[in-house]
């Protein structure tokens, strides 16, 4: 949701915004980790994209943007502005 949301915030109204979410699964024969190890014979691996015609992050900025109280533009186009927490928790929530 965070990541559709600040697509929302920072995408102008005549702009574009795309989300994509795919499923793959992956056989445990393949996998390295402790769910093969527990007789679990497939998982599924969910990917989310979301892509936008919105201002963007700088090059530079770009390996700081899932840091902790992070932001970059607090000048919102929907309003809003935000604690610089959203990505930090997304990031934390999908690495679980």
């Known amino acids: ?3 559709i949301t600040n697509a929302v915030k920072f995408t102008h ?4 915004i795309e989300v994509k979410m795919t499923c793959e699964l992956i056989n445990s024969a393949n996998l390295n980790s ?4 527990v007789g679990v014979d497939a998982v599924g691996v969910f990917r ?10 700088a090059l530079e900025d770009q390996p700081k943007v899932f840091g902790e109280f992070v932001q ?10 935000g604690s610089g927490l ?3 928790i997304t990031r934390r929530i999908i690495h679980m």
């Open 1 to 3: 949701r965070n990541l």
């Open 13 to 16: 109204a005549e702009g574009h």
């Open 34 to 37: 402790i769910v093969s190890r």
């Open 48 to 57: 989310v994209e979301v892509s936008d015609t919105g201002a963007g992050i």
């Open 72 to 81: 970059f533009n607090r000048n919102t186009l929907q309003g809003g502005g």
């Open 86 to 88: 959203g990505l930090w």
